[in-house]
Every structure is written in structure tokens, then in C-alpha cells.
């Protein structure tokens, strides 16, 4: 009841901006944070692929660094040299030769073994042999005939027999104690005689416990060197079971975290299921975006892990400062939406206020107070009908005046004047009556006025094509619209509802299209050429979502030519795939080939900085799909690019189209 009560004492304007504030805070709120969701999901997916690139290209570098190995083994394996020395018993030279490839090839260590497997020559360790190195497996398998290249772990014993320095080097401090075993890279490859029997093995290998040339490659490589706030980008790890043997992430003091764990929900995947791991993990003291692979020796079995992560907080931050640009200019868009309602709704309902106040001083005696109105429509009918009112009413006042001050002397001679005069005065305040009437139901209108756009509309409708008002109501229908339109999209798009099909016609979208932008200041200098198919047949698809396709298009193509070129606009019916064909080409830059595979992705873009977002040849791609469409586009640098745009043709639009 109090509500009720409340809500009657309210005017007409303040009912008007409250509802119409309701309205657009809560349509405002749910766009906000649907565009935020939207940019957050489409930020750390754009990271995620980041990382399944960058872990594609460390792996790729990890076995890169085997098949050397592998290479150089297999080469001074195959050659008579090693041979030749085997056959004179001339230990020097065979010691001088292997010892050249130990050092172009970057060896920590280097061997050769008998037939048997026995090692004859260590060039780490020249004098020391007879041990047997069968029990590695890829030196097995070259006794066997084969070319083997695998990571393995040695113990410190074997470490020792090959390099006396390499079981300090191998030696790693973690959490829970310390452990002497090293994992390596090793290739062997068969010596073999004139009657290709094997004579014996080459084998060689490089210790990854603290070699930090591999990761610091890779790690160049992948991130060239960048930091963000005071922390590496990226993060190269290759692990032992479970714990850091060579890493680029550094601890707290500034020094490598050799000998740090992963965490048990990665030992679990990788090291226990052999499964490729991906999520968001904590490196020692950041969050990384990470991909872990287990690494296996020549058995299969897992024995260790490679890993790369991409620093999160180089994409939150991203993130974060695209949805607070997207905060602030909501805000500033509600700001200025607001001013505009309340100077429209102040100067239409302006004459309301006058008809109340004017109400009163009738009520008081005075009627000397008219309303003046430059609204049309049915308020200045009102208006009028009440200016007449009050015309009438002071007519008759003044009548009234002028009977009194002769009634007296004409009282016996004009009895039927006065009962006519009676009449006239009872129909006096019978209008009286109806014009507070009137007001107060004017008071009360709101149903006419349910909300901005079709008070508007009812505005420009009435309005003379002459008004200088006119053009500024118009503009204001079109951006109210526009503003619906937006919203309905975006809550289509988070709901992924259906487009709102129906057959249309893709000449008629072209040229709709082109004539929005003939006016833009940016279209001035650009020769539009049409080559446009009359007998086009029509297509299924959204009116509207295949405008903002065109005009996409059009707009990157004029800002490719710096605003002043060609735009070539060519249509047919490609009746041997059964679709409609659209070609738009312009005479700007070009995109070069290693972009030209990207030009689809959001957020890329070949502008400048500011002057894109990368998101309008995105939209136009998921718009073009959506309907069973297919978009393409070719391109030559300095002499321009052509999109096409091939959809269905009505008859068949349940079928795909091939791009």
C-alpha cells in the first residue's frame, strides 16, 4: 500500500528514467560480465596454445639433440677409419681419431667396445677398459647390428668408468636426500668388418644432470630472453622421475632449482600412467601454464619428464586490463545514455508540468498563465485543447464581469438573459471541471510512454521533415537500436541460439551494406567496382549478422589501402557446388604468407597498435560457418587481397560447403 502510495507521487519524468535505468543496469550487468567471460575463456585458451606450441618446439629440439648423437656415431661407426685402426692395432691413431669426433660432436663421453661388448677404448678415460657395457641398452642393440639412439639412466658407477668427473656432475641434492644415478643421452652404432660381421660399437653420450645448455636453448628460443615483473616468461624443465635435473626456473635465492619436485598430481599422469599432462601448475614460486610428456628410454619405460610453461601472469594481466577497458567504457556509455534520457524525457514532459501548475492557478482564479509546447504529437494537441480552455474560460470570466456590473440595472428587463446567462455559467464550470479533470489524467499517462524508443518514434513520426530536431531524434532511434541489437546478440552468442534465418539476397546485403558506409568520411577516395550477378539465387542466413560480415570486409579493406584505392565487388551462382559466391578484393598491402594462416584468429591483427582489436575477421568467420558457409582468402603483398564468401543456395542449404 505504501509502495503504492509512493510510487503515485513520483512524476511522470522520474517513473520514466527509473524504469528505463532498471532496464538498461540490468541489461548492462549481464553484457558485462558475458563480454568478460568471453575475453577471459578466449585470453587463457589463445595461453594454452601458446604452450602446446612452445612444448611442440622444446621436444622437437630434445630429440634434435639425440639425432646428433645418433648422426655422429653412425657416421665415424660406418666409415674404414675405425676399422683400419682395429686391424693394425694402432691404438694412438684410433685414440687421436675418436677423440677429434668426441670433441666436434660435444661428447661427454665417448667408447668403443669389442665384439663382445667389452670396451677396448674410453676417450674420457684412455687406459681404463676390459668393462663390459653390454648391459646399456642401446649398445646391446648395436651388437646386434643396429643404430639405437635413447635417453638412459646410468649409475654413478658407470658414470665413473666412462668420465671420473661425470658422478660429481650427476650427483643432485632433493628433498629427499641425494641421488647419484645420471639420465643421458646416448647413441651406439656397429663397427663392422668387410664381411659385415660387427667388430665392435661406437658409443657416446651426454649427461643432462645440470646441463643446462639444452633448456637455455630452448628457452632462448622459445621466449628470446623476456621477463615479466622480475620473472622469467617461461619455464624449460627436463626431469629424473620426479625431481629437476636441468631447468631454467630459479629459486627464490636466484639459483636453478635443480633437485625441486613436481607436484604428485603430475608424478601421478606422467611418471605413473605415461600420460601427457596439461594444466595450470606452480613452478617453485609462480604459476605456470605447463605441459608435461614423459621421457622413455629404448625399453619404453618412463624414466623421466620434459616440461615447458608459459608464465600465467603475463596473460591474467592481459586479461585483466582488457575486461577493466571493458568495465570503463560500459560505464561511460550508461553515463552518457543516462543524460541523453533525462534531457529527452525533461523536454517532453516539460508541458505536463505547465498544465499542473496552470490547473492550479485556475483553481486559484487566475488564467492568465498558457503552456507553450514544441513537442508534437498528442502532447501538443493537449496543449492546444488546453490553451483553448483556457481562452474560453477567460472569455468568460470577462462576460461574467461585465453581466455583474449591469445585472442590477437590467434585472427586470433581461430575465430570460439571465437564465441564459446561468446556462452558460454552469457550462463554465462544467469545463472548469473537465480541465482539472484533464490535467490530472495527463498527470497520470504512462502506458503511451513504456519506453524511450517508442516515445521517440512517436516523436519523429509527427515531427516535420523540416525540424531541425528531426535529424537528432532520428540518430538517437538508430543508436537505441543499435544498442538492442547488440545486447540480443551478445546473450545469442553466450546461449549459442540459432541465427534468425530467412531467405535474402546477397546483392541486396552488399548494397545496403555499401550504402552505410558510402557517407563515411574514410569511403571519400575509394572506387567501388560492382560485378554483380542478377539471376544470384537466394541464401538462408541472418539479415543482420551477414551485414556486420560485409562491413567488416569492406572496413579492413579500405584501412589495408590507407583509404584511398579500389574495392572490386564480384557475385555468381557456382552451380557445381551448388552455392553462392561473393568476392571482394582491394588494392592494399597484402598480408604476407606467414600471417595469411592466422588472419581468422582472434585477437590477431597485422595493424598497428590501436588501431584494431583483431576480433572483426573473427566474427565474420564464426558468422559465415554458423551458416554452413565457408570464408577464404588470398593474397599478394603490395598488390592486395581477395576474400570469398561461399554459401548455400537456399534449395540446398542443409548441405556443407567445401572452402
Not at 607436484?263 to 600420460?275: D, P, T, W
Not at 514532459?349 to 509546447?373: C, H, K, W, Y
Not at 552488399?510 to 560492382?530: M, P
Not at 562491413?551 to 552451380?575: K, L, P, Y
Request: glycine share 8%; with cysteine.
Amino acid at each position: 500500500m505504501w509502495f503504492s502510495s509512493a510510487t503515485r507521487r513520483l512524476s511522470l519524468k522520474a517513473r520514466l528514467i527509473s524504469s528505463y535505468l532498471v532496464v538498461l543496469g540490468v541489461g548492462g550487468l549481464v553484457t558485462s560480465f558475458v563480454g568478460s567471460w568471453i575475453v577471459s575463456t578466449t585470453i587463457m585458451m589463445q595461453a594454452r596454445r601458446a604452450v602446446d606450441h612452445d612444448f611442440a618446439a622444446a621436444k622437437t629440439v630434445y630429440e634434435q639433440q639425440l639425432q646428433a648423437l645418433r648422426l655422429s656415431v653412425q657416421v665415424a661407426a660406418s666409415g674404414t677409419t675405425i676399422q683400419r685402426y682395429l686391424q693394425t692395432g694402432d691404438q694412438a691413431a684410433l685414440y687421436a681419431y675418436l677423440r677429434g669426433i668426441h670433441r666436434d660432436a660435444g661428447f661427454d663421453f665417448l667408447s668403443l667396445t669389442d665384439a663382445g661388448g667389452r670396451v677396448i677404448l674410453r676417450v674420457s678415460r684412455p687406459g681404463y677398459s676390459g668393462r663390459d657395457a653390454s648391459a646399456i641398452a642401446v649398445v646391446k642393440a648395436a651388437l646386434a647390428g643396429k643404430v639405437a639412439a635413447a635417453t638412459e639412466v646410468l649409475s654413478a658407477a658407470q658414470l665413473g668408468d666412462e668420465d671420473p668427473s661425470l658422478p660429481a656432475r650427476a650427483r643432485t641434492k632433493t628433498g629427499n636426500g641425494e641421488v647419484n644415478e645420471g639420465m643421458t643421452q646416448i647413441a651406439a652404432a656397429p663397427v663392422e668388418g668387410p664381411a659385415a660381421n660387427v667388430l665392435g660399437v661406437l658409443y657416446g653420450g651426454l649427461l643432462l644432470n645440470g646441463n643446462s645448455a639444452i633448456v637455455d636453448r630452448v628457452w632462448t628460443l622459445l621466449f628470446r630472453g623476456d621477463r615479466f615483473k622480475d620473472a622469467d616468461s617461461g619455464s624449460v624443465t627436463i626431469f629424473r622421475n620426479g625431481y629437476r635435473i636441468a631447468t631454467n626456473v630459479r629459486t627464490v635465492a636466484g639459483e636453478r632449482a635443480v633437485g625441486t619436485e613436481a607436484s604428485a598430481e603430475v608424478r601421478e599422469a606422467v611418471l605413473k600412467r605415461g600420460a601427457l599432462w596439461r594444466g595450470r601448475a606452480f613452478v617453485v614460486k609462480q604459476w605456470y601454464i605447463s605441459e608435461y610428456d614423459p621421457v622413455r628410454n629404448y625399453a619404453g619405460d618412463v624414466i623421466g619428464m620434459l616440461s615447458v610453461g608459459v608464465l600465467e601472469s603475463t596473460y591474467t594481466t592481459i586479461r585483466n586490463s582488457v575486461i577493466l577497458s571493458f568495465f570503463l567504457l560500459a560505464t561511460i556509455g550508461f553515463l552518457m545514455i543516462i543524460g541523453i534520457t533525462y534531457y529527452m524525457i525533461r523536454n517532453i514532459t516539460r508541458p505536463l508540468g505547465e498544465m499542473v501548475f496552470a490547473t492550479r492557478n485556475i483553481s486559484a482564479g487566475r488564467f492568465d498563465q498558457e503552456v507553450q509546447s514544441n513537442s508534437p504529437g498528442e502532447i501538443a494537441l493537449l496543449a492546444d485543447s488546453f490553451n483553448a480552455m483556457l481562452k474560453s474560460l477567460r472569455q468568460m470570466k470577462g462576460d461574467l464581469e461585465e453581466w455583474g456590473r449591469t445585472l442590477e440595472e437590467k434585472v427586470k428587463q433581461r430575465t430570460e438573459e439571465l437564465v441564459a446567462m446561468q446556462a452558460r455559467v454552469a457550462q463554465s464550470e462544467r469545463l472548469a471541471s473537465l480541465g482539472m479533470l484533464a490535467a490530472g489524467v495527463a498527470h497520470e499517462i504512462n502506458n503511451p510512454l513504456g519506453g524511450i524508443l517508442a516515445l521517440t518514434g512517436l516523436t519523429v513520426e509527427d515531427m516535420k521533415q523540416e525540424d531541425p530536431n528531426r535529424e537528432t531524434l532520428e540518430e538517437v532511434i538508430r543508436q537505441t537500436e543499435r544498442c538492442r541489437d547488440i545486447v540480443k546478440g551478445l546473450l545469442e552468442f553466450s546461449r549459442q541460439s540459432k541465427a534468425n534465418t530467412e531467405r535474402i539476397d546477397l546483392n541486396r546485403i552488399l548494397q545496403d551494406t555499401l550504402s552505410l558506409l558510402a557517407k563515411q568520411a574514410l569511403f571519400f577516395n575509394i572506387e567501388v567496382v560492382r560485378d554483380l550477378d542478377p539471376g544470384l539465387p537466394a541464401v538462408m542466413a541472418d539479415k543482420s549478422q551477414f551485414q556486420q560480415v560485409f562491413m567488416n570486409i569492406f572496413v579492413n579493406a579500405v584501412q589495408a589501402m590507407d583509404e584511398r584505392g579500389t574495392i572490386t565487388i564480384a557475385s555468381r551462382h557456382n552451380r557445381a557446388g551448388k552455392c553462392v559466391e561473393v568476392a571482394i578484393s582491394d588494392t592494399g598491402r597484402g598480408i604476407s604468407p606467414e600471417q595469411i594462416d592466422r588472419i581468422f584468429d582472434p585477437f590477431f591483427t597485422t595493424k598497428e597498435s590501436g588501431q584494431g582489436t583483431g576480433l572483426g575477421l573473427s566474427i565474420a568467420y564464426g558468422i559465415v560457418t554458423t551458416h554452413r558457409g565457408a570464408i577464404s582468402v588470398r593474397s599478394e603483398v603490395g598488390k592486395g587481397s581477395t576474400f570469398t564468401l561461399r554459401m548455400p543456395v537456399a534449395a540446398e542449404a542443409g548441405a556443407d560447403v567445401q572452402a
